[in-house]
């Protein structure tokens, strides 16, 4: 698997844009579906223009997953975690925990206070996910049907997922 970094004004306009929001659809749908919304493909392509930071993975030239964030625009003192994407045939490859290590060490010297996110409240195992992880999920001010999930800067060292990633990158160091 190869990951590659890249700024969202990069993306714009090319053919790697529309495949990030393809497999936004594919795997979002049924949430979006569930909520009664229409997928936002206008306002996720818009999305690119904030010039989030990309993390891509490829297995050959295709697209396997990636995780984007950003500065939060309501707190700047906080990292907003854009989206968490995998293709459903790389799932339990422990992909998420190869790019949630890649931002862990993308992110570790900035200077920020802690984590955010949103996730659709009918995105259950999304939500309870981000809580065994150690996330708390409270009201989302600007979206009813959203979770506002939050987590200080220890998530990166003293948390369930800090002891995930270190395990994780044991293992691949091993080659187990």
């Known amino acids: 698997m190869e990951l590659r970094i890249l700024k969202g004004r990069e993306l714009l306009g090319s053919a790697l844009a529309g495949r990030i929001v393809g497999l936004d659809r594919r795997n979002m749908q049924?949430?979006?579906?569930?909520?009664?919304?229409?997928?936002?493909?206008?306002?996720?392509?818009?999305?690119?223009?904030?010039?989030?930071?990309?993390?891509?993975?490829?297995?050959?030239?295709?697209?396997?997953g990636y995780l984007d964030y950003l500065r939060s625009w309501t707190s700047p003192d906080y990292l907003?975690?854009?989206?968490?994407?995998?293709?459903?045939?790389?799932?339990?490859?422990?992909l998420?925990?190869?790019?949630?290590?890649?931002?862990?060490?993308?992110?570790?010297?900035?200077d920020f206070v802690g984590f955010e996110t949103s996730v659709q409240k009918v995105n259950v195992s999304a939500a309870n996910l981000y809580r065994e992880i150690g996330f708390t999920l409270?009201?989302?001010?600007?979206?009813?049907?959203?979770?506002?999930?939050?987590?200080?800067?220890?998530?990166?060292?003293?948390?369930?997922?800090?002891?995930?990633?270190?395990?994780h990158h044991a293992r691949r160091r091993s080659g187990s």
């Open 96 to 110: 998420l925990l190869t790019l949630l290590g890649k931002f862990r060490t993308l992110v570790a010297a900035e």
């Open 30 to 64: 049924s949430v979006f579906d569930r909520a009664g919304l229409e997928f936002p493909v206008e306002k996720r392509r818009k999305g690119l223009e904030s010039d989030a930071t990309f993390i891509l993975a490829f297995d050959g030239e295709t697209l396997a």
């Open 138 to 167: 409270e009201p989302n001010p600007r979206n009813d049907a959203s979770w506002t999930a939050r987590a200080g800067k220890s998530l990166l060292t003293n948390s369930p997922l800090a002891t995930l990633l270190d395990r």
């Open 80 to 94: 907003y975690i854009g989206s968490v994407q995998i293709e459903r045939c790389y799932r339990g490859s422990g």
